[in-house]
């Protein structure tokens, strides 16, 4: 059983940066891949950014890509979300999730763990 805690969110101005961090207790988060989700109000989740098990593969959304970093250190047990230039409508709750698989992977059928979400506003 892997027990994840995200945190980091908070409240922002358009253009700023925040970095999310996801701490895991009970089992290692370093064999197997990793992933952020987000969920707005009135929408479905949605991926955000995915991490193979060595990090030395990376897979970002569209609306994220060249903008957010997705990150881990195994030695720590802990994922990161560095996240530039925010907008609007980059806010949501965050969820960190821990894969079945080692290779990276972009739907949220493919994690099993999931964190409780921290919640990032951005506004305008």
């Known amino acids: 059983q892997v027990v994840l805690v995200e945190s980091g969110g908070g409240l922002v101005q358009a253009g700023e940066s925040l970095k999310l961090s996801c701490a895991a207790s009970?089992?290692?988060?370093?064999?197997?891949?990793l992933g952020w989700f987000r969920q707005a109000p009135g929408k479905e989740r949605e991926f955000v950014a995915a991490?193979?098990?060595?990090?030395?593969?990376?897979y970002y959304a569209d609306s994220v890509k060249g903008r957010f970093t997705i990150s881990r250190d195994n030695a720590k047990n802990t994922l990161y979300l560095q996240m530039n230039s925010l907008s609007p409508e980059d806010t949501a709750v965050y969820y960190c999730?821990?894969?079945?698989?080692?290779?990276?992977?972009?739907?949220?059928?493919?994690?099993?763990?999931w964190g409780q979400g921290t919640q990032v506003t951005v506004s305008s």
């Open positions: 999730a821990k894969s079945f698989f080692l290779a990276a992977a972009t739907t949220s059928g493919e994690y099993h763990y």
């Open positions: 009970g089992r290692t988060l370093g064999d197997r891949a």
């Open positions: 991490i193979s098990w060595r990090g030395g593969n990376t």
